[in-house]
C-alpha cells in the first residue's frame, strides 16, 4: 500500500499507539473504497493487519467483517467456527450491504486479486446452516438481494452446487425484476429457465427489461436464447427470427417506422460495431442502400432529441449504433 511507513509501524508494534495508527488508516482507507469490484484497498488492510498478529487490532479486524464484509479463512476459524458467542457477528457481516472480499491467511500470499474465495463461502454457509437453519435461509435470500455480477454470479454457483439452490427460486425471479444490467438477468434466467414452472414469469419480465438486453452484442445472445426455448418475447413489425434465432431486418418497414415517429430523419449519424461511419458521403444514395451492405445483428435507434444533446446540430437526424454478424 502507499502509506509503507505506517503500515510497517503497525507490523512490527502493538500498543496503544500502533492501534491509534491503525483506526486512523481504516478510516482514511473506508473514505476511499470505491464500489470498483477490482478495488482491494480493503482487503490489503485486513491482511497486513492479520499478519501483525496484534491483540490491539482484534477489534479492527472484527468492523472490518461485519461494516465492510472483509474476512479471511484464518479469521474466520479462529474467531467464529464453533464460537457461538461470536455468531451474531458473524451473521452482521455476511448479510452487510456490501460484496464479499475473502482475504489470504498469509503474507507470501499477498496479492491483487479481488477476493473471491468459493471453499470459504462453503465453510461459512455450511456453519451457518447448521447453527440456525433459519439464519441460512435469510442470509443467502438477502445476498441474492444485495449481491451483482460476478459476485452474485459466484455465491449463486456455490449455492447450487452445495447446498440447494431451488428453495430460493422466488427471491431469484425477484432479483430478475430489479437487475439494471443484461449479464445478470442472462445468468439468472439460464438458472430458472430449467424449472417450466417459472417460465411465464421469465418471459414477462424479459419482455419489460429489453431496454437492458437488446442492445449491442448482448441482443443476439437473448434472441438465440428465446429462439430455442420457445419464449413468448414480443418482437416488432420490422423484424423476425430466421431459423437460428437470429434478427432479420425489413429495411424498408424498419426506416418507415423510425421515420414516421420523428426519431430519425434521411440522414442519421451511424456507428457500426462502435465506429463512426458517414455513409452519405461516399457513394450511397439512401440511408438502405447503405444499409443493405451491411450482415446486421442488431440496430439501436437513438433520438434525434438525445443525439443533438451530445453531438450538437450532426445529430438532428439522429443516431444508430449497429452491430453486425
Not at 187 to 212: A, D, G, S, Y
Not at 299 to 314: A, Q, T
Given at each position: ?27 482514511k482507507y473506508r473514505n476511499s473504497q470505491t464500489d470498483n ?119 449463486l454457483v456455490v449455492i447450487q452446487e452445495n447446498f440447494d ?146 453531438y450538437g446540430s450532426r445529430g438532428k437526424d439522429g443516431l ?6
Amino acid at each position: 500500500m502507499k502509506d509503507s511507513l505506517e503500515v510497517n509501524f503497525l507490523i512490527k508494534n502493538c500498543h496503544s499507539e500502533s492501534k491509534t495508527k491503525a483506526v486512523e488508516l481504516l478510516g482514511k482507507y473506508r473514505n476511499s473504497q470505491t464500489d470498483n469490484m477490482f478495488d482491494t484497498t480493503l482487503k490489503t488492510y485486513f491482511e497486513i493487519l492479520q499478519y501483525a498478529n496484534c491483540e490491539e487490532y482484534d477489534e479492527l479486524l472484527n468492523s472490518l467483517w461485519t461494516e465492510n464484509k472483509v474476512i479471511s479463512q484464518n479469521y474466520f476459524k479462529k474467531k467464529f467456527l464453533h464460537k457461538k458467542e461470536n455468531f451474531p457477528n458473524l451473521i452482521k457481516g455476511f448479510n452487510s450491504p456490501q460484496d464479499f472480499r475473502f482475504a489470504t491467511n498469509h503474507p507470501e500470499e499477498f496479492s491483487l486479486d479481488q477476493g473471491i474465495n468459493n471453499q470459504l463461502w462453503i465453510e461459512i454457509l455450511s456453519y451457518i446452516k447448521s447453527v440456525s437453519e433459519k439464519d441460512y435461509k435469510e442470509s443467502v435470500q438477502k445476498n441474492i438481494s444485495q449481491l451483482t455480477s460476478h459476485d452474485l454470479l459466484n455465491f449463486l454457483v456455490v449455492i447450487q452446487e452445495n447446498f440447494d439452490l431451488n428453495e430460493f427460486e422466488n427471491e431469484l425471479l425477484m432479483k430478475m425484476e430489479i437487475v439494471k444490467y443484461p449479464f445478470d438477468l442472462d445468468f439468472l434466467m439460464r438458472i430458472l429457465i430449467q424449472n417450466e414452472e417459472n417460465h411465464p414469469r421469465i418471459e414477462q419480465i424479459v419482455n419489460t427489461k429489453k431496454e437492458i438486453w437488446d442492445t449491442g452484442n448482448w441482443s443476439k445472445k437473448y434472441w438465440e436464447f428465446i429462439y430455442e426455448y420457445k419464449m413468448n418475447i414480443e418482437t416488432q413489425s420490422y423484424f423476425h427470427l430466421n431459423e437460428k434465432g437470429q434478427k432479420v431486418y425489413d429495411l424498408d418497414k424498419f426506416i418507415h417506422y423510425y421515420e414516421s415517429k420523428g426519431e430519425i430523419g434521411k440522414f442519421p449519424m451511424i456507428n457500426v460495431n462502435r465506429n463512426p461511419v458517414n455513409f452519405y458521403n461516399k457513394e450511397y444514395n439512401s440511408l438502405k442502400e447503405f444499409l443493405l451492405t451491411l450482415n446486421i445483428q442488431n440496430i439501436v435507434v437513438k433520438k434525434s432529441e438525445e443525439v443533438v444533446k451530445l453531438y450538437g446540430s450532426r445529430g438532428k437526424d439522429g443516431l444508430l449504433e449497429i452491430m453486425t454478424y
